[in-house]
Nanobody, 127 residues
Framework: QVQLVESGGGLVQAGGSLRLSCAAS????????MGWFRQAPGKEREFVAS????????FYADFVKGRFTISRDNAKNMVYLQMNSLEPEDTAVYSC????????????????????WGQGTQVTVSS
């Protein structure tokens, strides 16, 4: 299996930026699609962004389009989420997820499609 560990969360003022990282270990030689999800206090987990193994195909939730960017470096077993123009509504625990796939271009936006999950990193945006 693959173990995922997020980092880069913290406290930032509205309008600021953060870059989250997701480090993978274990069976990292296997091709996988990646996704980012978030869960705010008292709310359900929601999709943020996803990317294929190749990095060519990405998909974003409407509320982050133009502000967040998902990227990856397969050679380093890392996935990133660059978050710009943060708002208090972005406050949540952000988690990365992985799904093994034989496709270089496939990606997924449903939490049910993912097999492996990190513990999450807290992002707090102050007004």
């Amino acid at each position: 299996q693959v173990q995922l560990v997020e980092s880069g969360g913290g406290l930032v003022q509205a309008g600021g930026s953060l870059r989250l990282s997701c480090a993978a270990s274990g069976r990292t030689s296997i091709r996988y699609a990646m996704g980012w999800f978030r869960q705010a206090p008292g709310k359900e987990r929601e999709f943020v962004a996803s990317g294929s193994w190749s990095g060519d195909n990405t998909f974003y939730a409407d509320f982050v389009k133009g502000r967040f960017t998902i990227s990856r470096d397969n050679a380093k077993n890392m996935v990133y989420l660059q978050m710009n123009s943060l708002e208090p509504e972005d406050t949540a625990v952000y988690s990365c997820a992985a799904r093994e796939t034989f496709s270089k271009s496939a990606h997924f936006s449903s939490a049910a499609d993912y097999e492996y999950w990190g513990q999450g990193t807290q992002v707090t945006v102050s007004s």
